[in-house]
């Protein structure tokens, strides 16, 4: 019998108890691994200890999945419902997780270590609601076209789902709807993966899909490493598509997984090293929010993050003076999700807590001057101070590699003419998003369009809207999220041919 955990919240900010499912979700119901499986640790992150340990699969609770969800597309999912109701389902999901919405926000909270108005504004209210109910309007507007080709044939596409469509889902935003709406909006069922680090929303999220009405094995999650589940969902020879957010380095693995099986479709939302570039025309106290909440909003563990901040001399030294400000008054405002007034948490891991460290060892290392922080701040949990390199060179690690962590170089430069900093912007395998801070409007037109990324946020930073697409050049991924052109990650394009007047 599958296991309970109830966690007793008594903080300023929530009390309650929440009790949550910590099996897999297979076919609408909570079962044991079928070969025992692991137990996996859920670690606290402000404390090091242990929250609570689920059930972890294997590659045997997937094909137990696959087939659950493979019949319900045959007899009660995919094109069996119509659009419509898949639109009043999705729509009814977006109010229990809004009526649901400080649960799913203190578990978020606890087990990623963010602050729970973070928690509960960004990762629940915007993106999970907003998301849920923006593809619930979409369900039934999946259309092909008629194509006119000559008076002897009516030639017509329809854009039809995949089937069995894997997910796997990262741990910094681990709320799962990301791929959930549009996958379920365009008719297809899901196995997904959530990332073994923070489990715990997925699990509560499981039980409000039954809730809304799905039918069984619409929706199934496997908890387990991405060595066995993730694998196996990667390979398995009857899902057609597969949707990933993460690092390069296992995106390449799933491609080739895909490779070696059944070459199913791979949609890759990837990582990032984002550039943020301050003209000597910005708003200055508003170029320095957004420069700092663009890298440090979630202690900087976000793809997004603007790690590469380039000022231009002419402000750089102000600049740079405001800007080690708002980093100090985090340092000051570091504390746990459920504290009053925090606004700084800990690293999701301990894991990810001795990366970032290693990158700034790497930094002070390579010859970069620490500005500020550049430590550890207390000595329980992951936290990390806000750190801010000058100095530092187009080779280093700390300007090439994606450090997830609140951690950034900020980099004068002369002018926009010669495209030095275009140049500078743009040296980087990655091309998720860009930041342009300049009162110049032909000059941001300019900029945006010589940055080599998928997004580009001018006069801001990175503030997604649910309709606008979001995903990266270069290796940082190969499709979209948000908007309508995520629909085509999930949609595969069939074209009918009729003849109505040539004969033979």
């Not at 619930?136 to 999946?142: E, F, L, R, T, V």
């Not at 899901?190 to 680090?197: I, M």
């Not at 000022?311 to 999700?337: H, R, W």
Request: charged content about 20%.
């Amino acid at each position: 019998m599958p296991q309970t955990y109830t966690h007793t919240f008594d903080t300023p900010l929530y009390k309650g108890s929440i009790t949550i499912n910590i099996g897999l979700f297979i076919d609408g119901k909570w079962v044991d691994p079928v070969d025992g499986g692991d137990r996996i640790d859920v670690v606290d992150p402000c404390t090091g200890k242990v929250i609570t340990s689920v059930a972890g699969g294997t590659s045997k609770d997937v094909d137990i999945a696959v087939a659950a969800a493979e019949k319900a597309y045959k007899t009660s999912w995919g094109l069996k419902v119509p659009g419509s109701e898949r639109g009043k389902l999705l729509a009814k999901l977006a109010d229990l997780v809004e009526q649901h919405g400080d649960e799913l926000a203190a578990l978020e909270a606890l087990n990623v270590g963010k602050p729970f108005h973070m928690a509960k504004m960004v990762d629940i209210m915007t993106i999970t609601v907003q998301s849920l109910r923006y593809y619930a309007g979409w369900a039934d507007k999946i259309q092909g076209k008629t194509i006119e080709t000559n008076e002897n044939k009516m030639a017509y596409t329809r854009h039809e789902p995949y089937g069995v469509v894997g997910a796997i889902t990262p741990w910094n935003i681990p709320i799962v709807t990301l791929k959930i709406a549009p996958l379920l909006a365009t008719g297809n069922v899901a196995v997904l993966k959530p990332s073994e680090v923070t489990p715990l929303t997925a699990l509560y999220f499981a039980d409000l899909v039954n809730k809304a009405g799905f039918p069984p094995g619409t929706v199934n999650i496997i908890n387990g490493y991405g060595s066995t589940v993730g694998d196996a969902i990667s390979r398995h020879p009857s899902i057609r598509a597969i949707g990933f957010t993460g690092s390069i380095l296992t995106g390449r693995k799933i491609l080739k997984a895909s490779a070696e099986s059944n070459l199913k479709k791979v949609a890759l939302e990837l990582g990032g090293k984002s550039p943020t570039i301050v003209f000597d025309d910005a708003e200055l106290d508003q170029a320095i929010k957004w420069a700092s909440g663009g890298i440090f909003s979630n202690m900087g563990q976000g793809c997004v993050a603007g790690s590469r901040i380039y000022v231009q001399e002419g402000i750089y030294d102000q600049f740079l003076q405001g800007f080690k400000k708002s980093a100090e008054v985090l340092t000051d405002a570091t504390g746990g999700p459920f504290e009053p007034g925090a606004q700084h948490g800990p690293q999701v891991s301990s894991l990810q807590f001795e990366r970032v460290m290693g990158y700034i060892n790497s930094g002070k290392t390579e010859g970069a001057n620490v500005l500020i922080g550049g430590e550890r701040q207390g000595d329980t949990g992951y936290f990390i101070k806000p750190t801010i390199f000058t100095e530092a060179k187009a080779d280093m690690k700390i300007m090439q590699e994606e450090i997830f962590g609140p951690v950034c170089s900020v980099v004068k430069f002369k002018t926009e003419e010669g495209k030095q900093v275009t140049e500078w912007a743009n040296n980087t395998t990655y091309g998720l998003s860009a930041n342009v801070l300049t009162t110049n409007v032909a000059r941001s037109i300019r900029m945006a369009n010589n940055l080599e990324a998928g997004s580009v946020w001018v006069n801001s930073g990175p503030v997604v809207d649910m309709a606008v697409p979001f995903g990266g050049f270069k290796q940082s991924g190969n499709s979209k999220e948000f908007g309508q052109y995520a629909l085509d990650a999930y949609t595969q394009v069939k074209a009918i041919h009729i003849n109505i007047g040539q004969r033979l």
